[in-house]
């Protein structure tokens, strides 16, 4: 067994002269592969198929169906290669099919693959699938001959004639001409193929000097990425770009050279992607599904790289290929913008420390390079690697270099990440225990650096806090790195805790829900008392809490913030125990005195990332523990420094007031948005964790206050804390109801000067909030309205839904309270009319309608206003109007006759909105009696010198036409409809009937001075309607007759509109 997996055949020919035919037959039968791992590996994307690929769509699935339906057939293993049929059952539209399938193999890998069915993919079909597994599961019923040269060599020439003869006979259409092509070199003496000694056998496995490796389609792999790089913008060929990664992966894991080899073929592939050149050209970032798999692309060559058992030339290969790849123009960068090639030398480094220095290009590959030259050979490391007991004596007293106080060895020889990527190209190699030995080093030097860096703090503790300011001490951070280093030592440490091997998950049922992971606890052998468990909830703590600096571009900020949403989602899953607890309260309480290193620290960097989503899981997970210790953290959390930045003076001059303040202080923090809604979801975890204790209530509120720069998050905190504080079957938290007010009151204040369109939804939550609250609440809103709402708000919606039936029966208040609320909203009411008696000063009219002398101050208010122009003609008519309604037709009068004093109606302006309120105003005025008439006609003269409405006004008082009772539009025109009427002829209509005539004239002389034939039907009209209020005065027609011949003899040259006017008027 053991010669067969690591010797090819050629070699034990040539060690042994003769090789017994049974010892040959075992040799053969132990070459083929033993474990159905490669198989599956082969014929799959993985262990775990995407959801809904049953058996119909994975090849390994379908060949063990296939298998088990007994469709394999005729099987005969000849040396080194396997043959035999295998029968596709018929469809409901298909007929029974069977393909012919071959298979050669050397070494326990199988080499190559055939099959009748012409499957074009990556993978091994279900027919190779089905045979492969008939051989491991039923090795001892398939016939085995030894390799045919074997056979042949034992043949005389009569029978090898008759072999010939009979193979080119049955199948003489297929080998025919090759075999006479044959024949005829070998009777040539002098041909090659008679210089060479022997002749070749297929069946005979690999020579020496063969690459033994698996098989794998090259050119199938190439079309199948290039095509799904062409359909990037889908999903699925995201999801299926990404399953091929996992299977390098799960390559390397099995050792198997082909990992690299597919790796290489679809980095050549990403490569010619056409859209890499088309975003340089256009100086554009990548598509994040894109810059997702070149991160993952980036990352897997830092693993293969960092194989512990590659030979010198492949890595000498590899790095070949990297730097060609590395210098191309269309390699993306690491930062995943190609404008940052234009970026000016210096500025972006000043405005983050986390840029490479000006001049280096940094692309995907360029840890990777770095990577290349790192070794294993280190005799230190390889000590920690082989085992677990390496440790330095306490009592030597030798050089403890490399080992903490404790004797813990310690792996220095990288930096953080890279000593990480080692970490993970160990356990990505299949070298599980060699990578926890390294990650228990690693995790050992964080220990001790971190203990010197709170040395260091304690000592310049004073000087930083005087100075309340500090800068980002690490270069990079370890959460959004592109090596992912605290994920990979977290996931390292949790896969060695698991309590079950999931095994070949494409043997179990795939409609089932995946099961939750569950962990145990591991010892480590060289820390008594801990595991890796705990190891594993420690860096992620440690890392989730560093302080690091927000660095640039949209997608590095959004990779930072699904790194940290990703970690903390694998922490959210960890059922906290009695050895764990404690471990979280111990870093917990590090991370609050970690100063500078610690996004926790009582200073931070200005552009720090901040913690709020880390804080929030903190919070949670503490507060059943230590209560104290949860709040401190999470208030300490909510900051968000770099809001708290004040602009310089000239960009405040040159800001413009419509553009979004946080855009333009800002503009690279592009996930501000998101971490904003992420710090408000921290405030209303405590809010509500906090209910029912005034104590910690009160430092929430004064931190939301302090730190919470959205009105609309603010709001959103107001509205859930008025939730919880008013449950529906309890009685409500008098605390949190307060500060739920209060927060609403912060945000009116914030928005009073900026109005929004959820104002009104803001200011209706907030009288009803203060109505939960009660009477005395709400009267504090009413008198400090002026810094809370405009006058209309005040009126319209906090006057009127504070005094309205509901809201007294709510209060449940006694008759003395109720009449203080109602004039406190009366006070209020006037207040706001007299501040903007335009839009005040009706609602003010309608809630002082109960109060005598509120209601004669608010009309003084109103007289006041149009005396002194504060008021437009249109509010001053509806305010008449209600005055009518309310049965004060003088008052209303009066305001109309204001009105008019405002209003101004142009010749043209035929549909002026005022039309119907002068025609009320007039019937109304005809209503009261000719003195008020005779008052109003002057007014009317002077406001509207539109002809067609002063003649309609004309003909309303003097003719009594059936639709008196309309006037006004409908609406309250029928106070006119009792009313006397005038004779034109006499006082004070005759001055009205003079203005009409006279409106008609000079109205005709505008409209034909622009004249258009198109438009002489109209004028015709027009001069028809003219005539009729010429004929209302007793020498009308005469003069109507003069009008005519002016017209006539003015406008001659338009002969044919004169014309028109002959045939009409004579």
Request: include cysteine.
């Amino acid at each position: 067994r053991r010669v067969a997996e690591t010797w090819a055949f050629e070699q034990v020919e040539e060690r042994f002269s003769r090789v017994p035919e049974p010892v040959q037959k075992r040799i053969v039968f132990w070459s083929f592969p033993r474990s159905e791992r490669e198989i599956c590996m082969y014929s799959s994307l993985g262990y775990h198929p995407p959801e809904g690929e049953r058996d119909s769509r994975v090849p390994f699935n379908r060949g063990l169906n296939l298998l088990q339906s007994g469709a394999v057939d005729r099987v005969l293993q000849v040396g080194f290669h396997l043959s035999g049929i295998v029968t596709e059952p018929p469809g409901p539209t298909e007929p029974e099919r069977s393909y012919h399938v071959s298979i050669s193999f050397d070494r326990c890998k199988i080499t190559s693959v055939s099959c009748a069915c012409d499957n074009r993919d990556i993978f091994y079909c279900a027919h190779v699938v089905a045979l492969s597994l008939h051989r491991i599961r039923h090795a001892r019923q398939v016939e085995l001959r030894l390799p045919i040269s074997e056979t042949l060599s034992q043949m005389n020439r009569d029978q090898l004639q008759k072999f010939v003869q009979y193979l080119i006979s049955a199948h003489h259409t297929e080998v025919l001409p090759t075999a006479q092509r044959l024949a005829d070199e070998i009777l040539l003496l002098g041909s090659e193929i008679n210089r060479v000694h022997g002749a070749p056998d297929p069946t005979a496995g690999a020579g020496i000097e063969d690459a033994n490796c698996w098989h794998l389609d090259e050119e199938q792999i190439q079309e199948q990425v290039k095509q799904l790089l062409s359909n990037g913008g889908y999903y699925g060929a995201s999801k299926q770009l990404q399953s091929m990664f996992n299977k390098v992966r799960e390559m390397l894991r099995m050792r198997d050279s082909n990992g690299a080899r597919m790796l290489i073929l679809m980095t050549e592939q990403f490569l010619q992607d056409p859209r890499l050149a088309l975003w340089r050209q256009q100086g554009a970032g990548m598509t994040d599904k894109c810059r997702q798999l070149w991160d993952e692309l980036g990352a897997l060559w830092v693993c293969v790289v960092l194989s512990p058992h590659c030979k010198l030339e492949e890595r000498a290969l590899w790095l070949q290929l990297l730097k060609k790849w590395n210098k191309l123009d269309v390699c993306p960068l690491e930062e995943g913008n190609y404008s940052c090639d234009s970026t000016g030398p210096g500025t972006a480094l000043q405005a983050n420390p986390n840029r490479s220095p000006a001049g280096i290009r940094q692309t995907v590959f360029s840890r990777a390079i770095k990577a290349a030259e790192l070794r294993w050979g280190d005799g230190h490391l390889q000590k920690i690697l082989s085992s677990d007991c390496y440790g330095l004596s306490l009592k030597s007293g030798s050089d403890k270099l490399g080992f903490d106080p404790q004797g813990h060895p310690l792996w220095l020889g990288d930096a953080f990440p890279m000593a990480c990527a080692r970490v993970d190209a160990l356990r990505s190699h299949g070298y599980p225990r060699e990578a926890l030995r390294l990650a228990v080093a690693v995790v050992n030097a964080m220990r001790l650096q971190r203990r010197h860096q709170l040395e260091s703090y304690k000592q310049q503790k004073k000087e930083l806090l005087h100075k309340g300011t500090t800068s980002i001490t690490n270069l990079e951070g370890w959460v959004g790195h592109p090596l992912d280093p605290i994920g990979c030592l977290c996931h390292t440490f949790l896969e060695a805790c698991r309590t079950e091997d999931e095994g070949l998950a494409l043997f179990a049922d795939s409609a089932a829900e995946p099961k939750k992971a569950l962990y145990q606890h591991v010892p480590v052998p060289s820390s008594p008392g801990e595991s890796y468990f705990m190891l594993a909830l420690e860096v992620a703590l440690l890392g989730l809490g560093q302080q690091r600096s927000m660095p640039e571009g949209l997608y590095a900020q959004d990779k930072v913030v699904r790194s940290e949403e990703h970690l903390i989602g694998t922490l959210e899953e960890l059922e906290l125990d009695e050895r764990l607890v404690p471990v979280l309260r111990k870093q917990a309480a590090l991370l609050l005195d970690g100063g500078p290193f610690s996004g926790f620290g009582e200073v931070v960097f200005r552009e720090s990332v901040p913690m709020h989503t880390f804080a929030r899981y903190l919070f949670n997970a503490l507060l059943p523990y230590d209560p104290e210790l949860a709040y401190r953290l999470a208030l300490r959390a909510m900051r968000l420094p770099v809001l708290e930045t004040v602009l310089p003076t000239s960009d405040l001059l040159h800001q413009n007031p419509l553009d979004s303040m946080m855009a333009n202080r800002f503009p690279r923090w592009f996930t501000l948005g998101h971490l904003e809604t992420r710090q408000c979801e921290l405030a209303s975890a405590m809010l509500t964790a906090a209910k029912g204790d005034p104590t910690w209530l009160r430092m929430v509120l004064g931190s939301i206050q302090q730190n919470i720069h959205s009105p609309a998050l603010l709001f959103k905190l107001a509205q859930d804390a008025c939730k919880t504080a008013t449950p529906a079957n309890s009685p409500p938290d008098t605390t949190l109801l307060n500060i739920s007010l209060e927060l609403g009151l912060q945000v009116m204040r914030m928005t009073l000067n900026t109005m929004t369109w959820r104002r009104r939804e803001m200011v209706r939550w907030l009288v009803s909030c203060a109505t939960e609250i009660g009477v005395q609440a709400l009267m504090n809103i009413m008198q400090n309205w002026y810094t809370l709402f405009t006058p209309i708000e005040a009126t319209t919606i906090v006057a009127v839904t504070g005094t309205t039936h509901a809201t007294l029966l709510r209060l449940n208040l006694s008759a003395g309270q109720r009449d203080e609320l109602c004039s406190c909203a009366r006070t209020l009411a006037l207040q706001c009319a007299m501040k903007d008696p335009q839009n005040c000063a009706l609602p003010a009219l309608t809630l002082c309608e109960k109060n005598h002398a509120a209601f004669e101050a608010a009309y003084q208010i109103v007289l006041d206003s149009a005396a002194s122009a504060g008021m437009g003609h249109s509010h001053l008519f509806t305010v008449a109007r209600y005055m009518e309604h309310r049965g004060l037709p003088l008052r209303a009068y009066k305001l109309a006759t204001l009105a008019f004093s405002h209003l101004s109606i142009a010749f043209n302006q035929d549909t002026h909105p005022a039309l119907n309120d002068v025609l009320w105003a007039c019937s109304l005025s005809q209503s009261l009696g000719k003195n008020e008439l005779a008052a109003i006609v002057p007014l009317v003269i002077k406001s509207v010198q539109c002809a067609p409405m002063l003649s309609d006004i004309l003909h309303r008082w003097s003719l009594p036409p059936p639709g008196l009772a309309s006037l006004g539009g409908g609406r309250r025109g029928a106070s006119g409809a009792g009313g006397k009427l005038f004779a034109v002829d006499k006082a004070p209509l005759c001055q009205l009937l003079e203005a009409a005539m006279a409106a008609y004239v000079s109205t005709t002389h505008s409209r034909l001075t622009h004249i258009s034939p198109r438009h002489y039907g109209e004028f015709i009209e027009f001069l028809g309607k003219a005539r009729e209020t010429f004929l209302l005065a007793h020498d009308g027609h005469l003069r109507f007759g003069q009008f005519l011949d002016n017209l006539k003899q003015t406008y001659k040259g338009k002969k044919k509109l004169m014309l028109l006017v002959r045939e009409r008027f004579g």
